[in-house]
């Protein structure tokens, strides 16, 4: 069976077939570096990492682009209210994000292009579009560049929209366009703008718009038609769009697939800096292992809304600590082949979901069987292609350490809670409250549920 991707873009499923065999070009989207991340931030870089492993496992030789943003309004204006330079405040934020994924094990991307170092190919792409009389140089003086909407009448196919049914966003700056739809290819420095924040161009001095730096950049390491483009499902439109329509106006194919992973949200909305309502990843991991805030993650499917809650990542850690303590009690095992279920579950758009029920399908075999290496070394491959092994020297010494510790915690409880069902089961309540009082006593808290007694560290 072969790997199939459904288009959030265009709602069709298909099966994935590279341009070229054997080889696969990935662009991601990368984040604008204007402040921490948070865990909203991180979902799309795991989703994508698990994207290029499954690739990769596959036999694919796989490219994969991961841009940074660090030239933006936003950029300009966070880093003037904190009376910073606005290189300064990137540069900071962009070693901020790279912590980031390596404690959740994201693995680097091939090359990971900054918008700043690249704003040659940009003004080159701009120039061509003009030359093709897609764009324009607004007739105001004030430098800005913009994309014509209406001279491209494909412009709107990827998110199936008409342009006639579409607003100008908010916050778009009408000066000098020819449609309010216009988007800014090229922005000519204003006055309150620091100098170091416009390059020379043929329009004067400024700086890219958003959407042409990621069309240049993907360009420029994939080339004129690539296979999977990806990001958050909230830049489908108009960021994706944009890009889709600029990159194929200059005569580029662009990208044939597109992966969009959904928002996680908080009370129902999508996790944002704007929001407030952010949950910066250091602070997460100062009650969670990075490896357990991975798996979160990675167990909901990259398509579905994820309502982030502590009591679900609580749960989501005491699963994976279930995985953690069968290994140990198997002992030192090899890696051994993806169960047949595993694989159809990652073939059929990448569904993690059901590629976890096949994890714990197989912990609980194993539990059962009076050889557990078989059942083991299949759960450490399916760890494995999700970047959950962890014995992975990406999550450090310490945090290897830590698992055989929490592994051998669950032991022990373990022992207990079928030692205290086993009294209830008897009647033998006296016993039964005495093992519960016991465990508490050890810090740690028992909560009788429908599928069974759980455990948390008080």
């Not at 709602?11 to 921490?36: A, I, N, W």
């Not at 989501?316 to 198997?330: C, D, K, N, S, T």
């Amino acid at each position: 069976m072969s790997l199939r991707l459904y288009d959030t873009a265009i709602r069709d499923v298909r099966d994935f077939v590279p341009l070229q065999e054997g080889k696969v070009g990935l662009y991601l989207c990368g984040l604008t570096v204007q402040s921490e991340p948070h865990v909203g931030h991180v979902r799309s870089a795991v989703n994508f990492d698990v994207l290029q492993r499954w690739l990769r496992h596959l036999g694919h030789e796989v490219t994969f682009i991961r841009n940074v943003t660090d030239i933006d309004d936003k950029i300009i204006t966070k880093a003037a209210a904190q009376g910073r330079p606005w290189y300064n405040l990137a540069s900071a934020m962009k070693r901020e994000l790279d912590t980031a994924y390596a404690s959740l094990n994201v693995a680097p991307p091939t090359y990971e292009p900054l918008a700043t170092g690249h704003v040659p190919e940009m003004l080159a792409l701009i120039e061509r579009l003009i030359s093709r009389g897609h764009a324009y140089a607004a007739e105001d003086g004030s430098g800005d560049v913009y994309f014509d909407v209406r001279s491209w009448p494909s412009y709107g196919e990827l998110t199936r929209q008409r342009l006639d049914d579409m607003e100008a966003a908010e916050d778009a700056d009408p000066r000098g366009k020819r449609d309010p739809r216009d988007f800014a290819l090229w922005k000519g420095r204003k006055e309150s703008e620091p100098e170091t924040a416009s390059w020379p161009s043929p329009w004067g001095p400024g700086r890219p718009g958003w959407h042409i730096e990621c069309s240049a950049m993907a360009g420029k390491y994939l080339g004129a038609a690539f296979d999977i483009h990806g990001g958050g499902v909230d830049l489908r439109f108009p960021h994706h769009e944009n890009e889709q329509a600029q990159s194929r106006a200059a005569g580029h194919p662009f990208a044939s697939y597109w992966f969009h992973n959904a928002w996680i949200t908080t009370a129902g909305e999508k996790m944002s800096k704007s929001l407030g309502n952010s949950l910066l990843i250091p602070s997460v991991l100062e009650s969670y292992r990075g490896i357990e805030l991975r798996y979160y993650l990675v167990a909901a499917h990259y398509r579905s809304h994820v309502e982030f809650s502590f009591e679900a990542l609580d749960e989501a850690a005491q699963g994976f600590r279930r995985i953690e303590g069968f290994l140990e009690r198997a002992g030192a095992v090899e890696g051994g082949e993806l169960p047949e279920a595993f694989v159809a579950a990652m073939n059929d758009d990448i569904g993690t979901p059901a590629a976890v029920a096949v994890l714990f399908d197989t912990v609980r075999e194993g539990n059962k069987a009076s050889d557990p290496a078989p059942y083991a070394g299949q759960v450490l491959a399916m760890l494995d292609v999700l970047g959950l092994h962890p014995a992975d020297p990406a999550w450090g010494a310490g945090s290897g350490d830590d698992a055989r510790l929490t592994s051998a915690v669950d032991v022990l409880v373990a022992g207990l809670l079928e030692a205290r069902t086993e009294a209830r089961a008897a009647k033998d309540f006296a016993t039964a409250d005495a093992i519960r009082d016991r465990i508490k006593a050890a810090g740690i808290e028992v909560e009788d549920t429908p599928n069974g007694p759980k455990w948390t560290l008080i």
